[in-house]
């Protein structure tokens, strides 16, 4: 059994969830996020608890070093933390894009880099990438976040055809709309950069079918925990996951339309 999980991002939502449900499930976690005291509760079922700031190349060497120095192998990564930087593409910060990508992209690229080692020497591993359907579709006032993921994307098709040689699974996790502090940290960021002025009324719209849409109910974060579950314990994961079914059919519906139909589609249902 491939049993010693590293998880970032692991003080709410996905990440939590995920921990939590690998410690019930016989893993071993080592649970890494900026808020240390939001992972108490894991730390109570076993999990090993660290500050970890995916942008921090100290922070990052610093995880991957206690889990080798402690079990000798790290059998699971689960790149899991990120956050929505949501605005008009016109009006987000050049410095607010680069942190979206520091955060999204480029600190999950390098802790990827510093695992591959151990796991090329001992013949086998899994990299979980949590990536989302926003990097398969695109809508207004999420540019930066969707181009992210859409890296996020590109980036592990290339990291599963590279390591495979090795033994090594590398599986997509594309979440739908899920009930975490994600949307507001997203909601959040969109008022400040595009509350008022040009784009003002859109998200204003926007805002109203994203919270609308939650109410009307978006599962938790534990939907997703059970597809990594599921990814890990299959002895041949799929590439990718969407879940939950309604992003499925959302990614399958990007497929079918034509760019044009699709656009006309998007701006009917923000209109209405």
Known sequence: MTNTVLITGASAGIGHAAAELLLKSGYKVYAGARRVEKMKALEALGAKIFYLDVTDEASLKG???????AEGRLDVLINNAGYGAHGAVEDVPIAE??????????GLARLTQLV??????????????????????SMPTGGWY???????????????????????????IEP????TEWDNTALVNLEKYS??????????????????????????????????????????????????????????????????????????????
């Open 195 to 272: 509350g008022s002025g040009a784009y003002g009324s859109m998200v204003r719209r926007i805002t109203e079918k994203f919270r609308a849409g939650y109410r009307k109910g978006a599962p938790g974060p534990e939907a997703v925990a059970d597809v990594i579950l599921k990814a890990l314990r299959s002895s041949s994961p799929a590439a990718r996951y969407a879940v939950p079914f309604s992003a499925a059919v959302m990614v399958f519906a990007k497929r079918l339309l034509p760019d044009r139909l699709l656009d006309w589609g998007i701006r009917l249902i923000l209109e209405a």
């Open 97 to 106: 894009a680069r942190r979206q990508f520091e955060v999204n992209v480029f």
């Open 176 to 179: 739908g709309p899920i009930r």
């Open 116 to 137: 591959l080692p151990s796991m090329r020497t001992r013949g086998g591993g899994r990299i979980i990438n949590i990536s989302s359907i926003a990097g398969k579709l």
């Open 146 to 172: 969707h181009a992210s993921k859409h890296a996020v994307e590109a980036y592990s098709d290339a990291l599963r055809l590279e390591t495979a040689q090795f033994g090594i699974k590398v599986v997509l």
């Open 63 to 69: 995880a991957v070093e206690t889990v080798l120095k």
